[in-house]
């Protein structure tokens, strides 16, 4: 396909006529009467009219679908999220219950804020390397 974004048209100026539509040719016969003019003039816009409601409840039709699959969708995507904040909850209470046990039991330094390199140990321990 192409591979650029739709050609814009310029608005339409104000002393130009708007685009017309070409309409295919109507065999009307033989006309007798200005009434039996109007007749066929009617009966042409009446079915002119019927094909553009059957267009625009085409559309309608289409965007009902599109509007159910993505009502669909978004009801599968909150229950996702619901589920990862549940699971993301009990992940942070078990890990600050960790966090609490390991304070508790004096086991080492505290651990680092997150970003820094943990503090080394004194007892034994080799120098840390130096930053690149």
Same mark, same amino acid.
């Given at each position: 396909? $192409?591979?650029?974004?739709?050609? &814009?048209?310029?608005?339409?100026? %104000? ?8 309409? %295919? ?10 009434? %039996?003019?109007?007749? &066929? ?5 009446? &079915?002119?009219?019927a094909e553009r409601l059957e267009q625009r409840q085409a559309c309608e039709d289409e965007l009902r679908e ?37 304070? $508790? ?5 505290? #651990?680092?804020?997150?970003? @820094? #390199?943990? @503090? ?8 840390? #390397?130096?930053?690149?």
């Amino acid at each position: 396909g $192409g591979g650029g974004p739709p050609e &814009k048209k310029p608005p339409p100026r %104000e002393d130009q006529a708007p685009p017309t539509t070409l309409i %295919e040719p109507l065999r009307l016969g033989g006309i007798s009467s200005t009434e %039996e003019m109007d007749l &066929k003039v009617l009966q042409f816009k009446n &079915k002119k009219l019927a094909e553009r409601l059957e267009q625009r409840q085409a559309c309608e039709d289409e965007l009902r679908e599109r509007i159910e699959k993505l009502e669909k969708r978004q009801a599968t995507d909150d229950a996702t999220l619901l589920l990862v904040n549940r699971f993301w909850g009990q992940l942070d209470t078990e890990v600050q219950a960790l966090l609490r046990r390991y304070d $508790g039991e004096g086991g080492g330094p505290p #651990p680092a804020p997150p970003g @820094e #390199p943990p @503090e080394p140990r004194s007892e034994g321990a080799e120098p840390p #390397p130096a930053p690149p």
